[in-house]
């Protein structure tokens, strides 16, 4: 099993611009989730999925868009970028609906806005 | 709400000596801890969790953490430190109830030298 995978690893991006960040997990999961992680600040929950059909806004939801395609993938997409959205940003997926399952987390993609 | 405090966004120890991260939080209801390592250019790794049964919690790589409720305090501890304990470690707090919406503190660094 390759776990939870995302691309691309890096971008680079112009503002203004937009781009979709790809997820994909081959757990069977229910839930999935997008953070993005700045220095200092940890992570923080951009939108989730609890189940195929469903997305629901996390902590800093503004400017991005989410897309729970089938039960293995999760994309996140940046309309327009700005500056702000430079971070890097986690995928991770969670089976089972109890809270004390755990979230399994990819490699991550480190994105650039210029 | 819900929220994690990180002790020391650096602790720096020695090769073979005690590791001690602190992680305080604050939650009107029980809560669920994580604690969570990110090696450098990787995803995070689950090291070991609470779940309101022993509160004494062992993990991998050593790695143990004791909940007091009293102190409102999770913090992980190592004996022995090595080389590749080397990383940022995060602890994290979930509500009991909704899908696992983890809320993460901003992180230690942990740095072992020789």
């Known amino acids: 099993n390759a776990g939870v995978t995302q691309t691309p690893k890096f971008q680079v991006l112009k503002t203004g611009q937009s781009m979709t960040l790809q997820c994909a997990q081959d757990?069977?999961?229910?839930?999935m989730y997008w953070y993005r992680q700045d220095p200092g600040m940890g992570l923080r929950l951009i939108y989730y999925?609890?189940?195929?059909?469903?997305?629901d806004k996390g902590e800093v939801p503004n400017g991005y868009n989410v897309s729970r395609l089938n039960k293995r993938e999760f994309s996140l997409r940046l309309e327009s970028a700005a500056p702000s959205q430079t971070s890097v940003y986690f995928c991770?997926?969670?089976?089972?609906?109890?809270?004390?399952?755990?979230?399994?987390f990819g490699p991550g993609t480190r994105l650039t806005v210029l | 709400a819900q929220s994690v405090t990180q002790l020391g966004s650096h602790v720096s120890v020695s090769e073979g000596a005690l590791v001690l991260l602190r992680c305080n939080y604050s939650?009107?209801?029980?809560?669920?801890l994580f604690w969570y390592v990110q090696y450098p250019n990787q995803g995070l790794q689950l090291l070991l969790k609470y779940t309101s049964a022993a509160t004494l919690v062992k993990g991998i790589n050593g790695f143990e953490a004791e909940f007091k409720k009293s102190e409102t305090s999770f913090h992980l501890t190592k004996p022995s430190a090595h080389m590749s304990d080397a990383a940022e470690y995060f602890c994290a707090v979930s509500l009991s109830g909704g899908y696992n919406k983890l809320i993460f503190g901003a992180g230690t660094r942990l740095a072992v030298h020789p």
């Open positions: 991770a997926s969670k089976g089972l609906a109890v809270v004390t399952d755990t979230q399994y």
């Open positions: 757990m069977n999961h229910n839930s």
């Open positions: 939650s009107s209801v029980p809560p669920y």
């Open positions: 999925s609890a189940s195929e059909g469903t997305t």
